[in-house]
């Protein structure tokens, strides 16, 4: 595996405002967590943030959702509810993320100047 190379999943919520992101470090532990609510969110989302991407899509600039834009979402401020909403209701995705190509240690590269 290359270096910097990973998976990325993210479940995506299009709402009547703008659309919604919230991140999933254990995909296996989300797709438990969708049948049985009792595992913990803190288990599988990372960071527990929502992120709003300006109408978007899953794409584009990642801001932190504001209380008010929740609010007027979900109908509460309350993060977690937010975020359970988007689980229960969003559609997963997952990219691949290329690995960073190039010298490992600059400074024992034969081309360096002496």
Known sequence: ????????SKVHY?????DYIVFVGDV????????NKNIP???FVSPFTV???HTQGAQGPYDTAPKG???SEFGTEDSD????KILMEGTIQTVNVPGRQGATNDSMSP???H
């Open 1 to 8: 595996m290359t270096r910097g190379e990973r998976s990325l």
């Open 14 to 18: 299009k709402g009547k405002f703008d």
């Open 28 to 35: 296996q532990a989300y797709k438990k967590w969708l049948d």
């Open 41 to 43: 969110l803190a288990s």
């Open 51 to 53: 992120f709003l991407t």
């Open 69 to 71: 834009t929740l609010a």
């Open 81 to 84: 509810e937010s975020i359970k």
């Open 111 to 113: 081309m360096k100047a």
